[in-house]
């Protein structure tokens, strides 16, 4: 084993294309028992590959075209959802059954939902991009309809009266001219074992037909979470489990010169497994595996650092490919010859860690040749192509299952812990649970990757846009097309991906919650803001000048609304400031007012009004949470959260010097849903932090004069920036 | 080594041979078998694993389970009687206070503390009682609604 075992394994090298086919129809079949079964093929591969794009993937061309959504009618009457997708708070628990139980016409309370199990769930690329409603939604709603068709002719068949007289509702068919030939669900699902496989796309319910969608339901795991009963992978248990302790390297790129773990197997009932670089310590009880741990004596060669978190920015642009060009238009040095004033400026953003409050769990346990893992992945299909092949097994021997998920946010797409345990599990002949420690947490996590933008622009003396030359280094695209009006213009991007170039990060960097896009709506927004200040120009009127897209002059206006927005030069000294985003298909614009402590450094933001227009809304309680959450944790980015390293030594372990928000953090928040019936469900979980760098930067220049063009705005860069004005 | 250590839990005698250094929160999760305290960091930073001992919010992971001989201990397992949720777990409820759920327990034991000894807060004394518990999914606005209407519902008397 190398130390590359400890770095984060590249999903998309893994599984595109995927090495293995999903189970098929007949298999799934075989395990489901009878009943009524719908499957359906999402209608538009196009679509769903265009998502990956949007959500900064490769597309993959081996989507699998068989089918990506089931459901079962059983004998009992209820009906089971079946997803790949899980559930790690954002809601999909509740939302896909509201979406389920309305077109299928059925009480909410008789669908259950089956989620992230391999062995029972359509093949799925992984929970995130704010893709579920999207593009999940629409395939399970298919699925329904379709259902209610095969119900509809059996009916017909067995009442003895044409479809079209018939009419579905609670699980009811009835004889609308003689309601009392009626005949339930469950006797119809009695003694059959069908099977649709629909590939036409049927219509699914208008807005105004909506009786479950568009309400805002109680959470389904509501009170199991509130009581404790709700599981989460290191809450599993088995009979003769052990808990795993592994050997961390202390910085990334480190080598084990020697390695000692006699003082570790002499405690009671330890067992040490090794395998070359991979040490590991496991005991029935996990304070006894991490107390013996902490007597392996090892020795490590540690490569000198040539990087740390000041010189990075640096670093990363003298190893940066030329910028590839996403989109440009008209002709940039005519544009520039056409201005009054040029602006100039660099953004720069920090690595920020998930720190999702569950850290990686995994318990895996190999019985009779076959390996289940129970597992903290936002992607359980990925999680078991890798086992098999780290493991040399077949994909059909493993089968990975996802309780619920303690928070991901991005951090949970890459699945090391899954395999670490499943690697214990086959070595020591017993389950095997590996929880990682918080310490472990931030070494092992796949941060943000810090980025750059270079924004040349220039306005004419009407205040009008009249160039926008972008560069974005290592965020990607996500969120960079320009969506002003400027007619010569030009974007581009470079060290896009995942990990970036090799030798670029000096650890994992991954996805984190709208990746990209809160790095380019920071700059983004700024760089306007800048430009309104110079034009002597209210920011939220030079904005609507610079729009022509009517889904986000709406959401601006709304948000200026609701906010009680009155014109004003910037700095005003009100504190106020205004940002916009587009992010997974929603529109948001944001207001904040913040107090900044000059003397301190600090900043209070006091009050957000988060406007976004999402397309249908299925459930507007849970989309309004997710944009509260959205600001609370943007307000991390912004204000503090930043990964302080030496080469490839993490220097932020804990939560002592790496701060998420607090409670006293924490806005009067005001969140504007804009009806937009028109368009299909667009992302929810996503949007709304991308705008949160930008709207406190643009209010604290607006109460101080002073410009932040770094995130974090830390009290020492609001004190630097400060003295500057 | 081990020692046998009395205490209540969840309203239940136990009498534990164990040894008395080890953690409360993993004693409590593997004799016991409890799943509502979780581990978060380890180093009493971030309340997930909160438990009251004596009616005293308290981390479990830093508490050796000798600290709890002769005392009462309730996780969130316990906090419901007789199949009644406590008023905060039903508001908590109500106001979709949660999203992945994992900090919920130390929440809501938390804000039990809070309202223990002052059950009238302000909203400025809630943010504060609950300043050192976190949250990532960013449910702050809910939870603080929450022990607002908790605290009503438990002074208008159950």
Known sequence: ?725 | MPDTISFRLNDRPVDLKVDGDRPLLWVLRTELALTGPKFGCGSGFCGCCTVLIDEQPTRSCLMPVSAVAGKTVVTIEGLAQDGQLHPLQKAFMAHDAMQCGFCTPGMILRAWGLLHTNPQPTEAEIVHGMEENFCRCGAHPRIVAAVQTAAAEMRGGR
């Open chain 1, 1 to 725: 084993m190398s130390t590359l075992e400890y770095r984060p394994v590249d999903f998309h090298l893994e599984v595109d294309p995927p090495t293995f086919s999903p189970p098929t129809r007949r298999e799934f079949l075989a395990r489901l028992g009878g009943g009524i079964v719908v499957f359906v093929a999402i209608g538009n591969l196009a679509t769903a590959q265009e998502a990956f794009r949007a959500a900064g993937e490769r597309p993959r061309p081996s989507l699998p075209t068989d089918f990506n959504a089931f459901l079962r009618i059983g004998e009992n009457g209820r009906v089971t959802a079946f997803t790949g997708k899980i559930e790690m708070g954002q809601g999909p628990i509740t939302s896909l059954p509201q979406m389920l139980a309305d077109e299928l016409e059925v009480p909410l309370d008789t669908v259950d939902i089956v989620m992230g199990d391999t062995d029972l769930c359509p093949w799925d690329a992984g929970t995130w991009g704010s893709m579920t409603t999207r593009f999940f939604g629409p395939a399970l709603r298919t699925a329904a309809t379709e259902a209610k068709a095969v119900l509809l002719e059996l009916a017909a068949d067995s009442l003895h009266v044409p479809a079209s007289r018939l009419a579905a509702k609670d699980g009811v068919i009835s004889d609308t001219q003689d309601p009392a030939r009626r005949i339930t669900y469950a006797q119809l699902a009695k003694g059959q074992k069908i099977e649709r496989h629909l590939t036409v796309k049927p219509t699914l319910k208008d807005v105004a037909q909506f009786r479950v969608m568009g309400r805002s339901v109680l959470r389904r795991d509501a009170r199991e979470k509130v009581t404790g009963a709700a599981k989460y992978t290191a809450d599993i248990r088995l009979p003769g489990m052990l808990y795993a302790k592994i050997l961390r390297p202390p910085a990334h790129g480190a080598t084990l010169k020697s390695v000692d773990t006699s003082a570790a197997s002499a405690v009671a009932g330890v067992q040490v497994v090794r395998d070359g670089d991979f040490v590991a310590v496991l005991h029935e009880l996990p304070d006894v595996a991490e107390g013996a741990l902490e007597k392996v004596k090892a020795d490590f060669d540690v490569p000198p650092p040539h990087v740390d978190d000041k010189t990075i920015f640096d670093h990363l642009l003298g190893m940066a490919p030329a910028p590839t060009v996403v989109n440009q238009g008209g002709d940039l040095a005519a544009g520039r010859q056409g201005s009054t004033r040029k602006f100039s400026a660099t953004y720069l953003n920090s690595y920020v860690a998930h720190s999702a409050m569950e850290t990686h769990a995994a318990l895996a346990h190999l019985d009779g040749g076959r390996m289940t893992v129970w597992a903290s992945t936002q992607n359980p299909f990925g999680a078991r192509d890798e086992i098999a092949r780290a493991l040399g097994l077949d994909p059909r021997d493993v089968r990975v299952i996802t309780p619920f998920v303690g928070g991901g946010f991005g951090g949970k797409s890459f699945n090391l812990q899954a395999l670490e345990a499943a690697r214990l599990a086959r070595a020591a002949g017993r389950p095997v649970q590996v929880m990682w420690s918080r310490e472990e947490e931030f070494f092992n996590d796949t941060f943000r990757p810090a980025a750059i933008v270079k924004i040349d622009s220039g306005i004419d003396a009407a205040g009008r846009m009249t160039f926008w030359d972008y560069e974005v280094f290592y965020a990607g695209d996500r969120g960079a097309a320009q969506f002003y009006t400027v007619p010569n213009h030009r974007t581009a991007s470079s060290g896009a991906g995942w990990q970036g170039p090799k030798g670029s990060h000096p650890f994992g960097t991954g996805a984190w919650r709208a990746p990209g896009n809160n790095t380019n709506t920071f700059a983004r927004e700024s760089q306007i803001d800048l430009m309104a200040t110079a034009a002597d120009a209210d920011p939220v009127e030079f904005r609507l000048q610079q729009l022509s897209d009517p889904r986000m002059i709406r959401v601006l206006k709304a948000a200026a609304e609701h906010f009680g927005w009155t014109p004003a030069k910037t700095p005003s000294k009100r504190g106020y400031g205004v940002a916009c985003g587009i992010d997974a298909g929603s529109y948001v614009a944001a207001i904040a007012e913040v107090a900044v402590d000059a003397a301190k450094g600090t900043v209070q933001v006091k009050r957000v009004v988060c406007a976004q227009e999402m397309g249908v809304v299925i459930n507007p309680e849970g989309a309004m949470l997710q944009m509260e959450s959205c600001v609370v944790m943007g307000l991390g980015y912004a204000l503090a959260e930043e990964i302080h390293f030496k080469g490839g030594e993490i220097l932020d372990t804990n939560f002592d010097t790496y701060t998420i928000p607090h409670f006293s953090w924490v806005p009067k928040i005001e969140t504007v849903l804009v009806e937009a019936n028109d368009i299909p469900p667009q992302g929810g979980g996503e949007p709304a932090i991308v705008v949160m760098g930008a709207v406190v930067a643009n209010a604290v220049f607006d109460a101080t004069g002073a410009r932040l063009l770094q995130l974090p705005m830390t009290p020492a860069r609001i004190k630097a920036a400060l003295k500057a004005v």
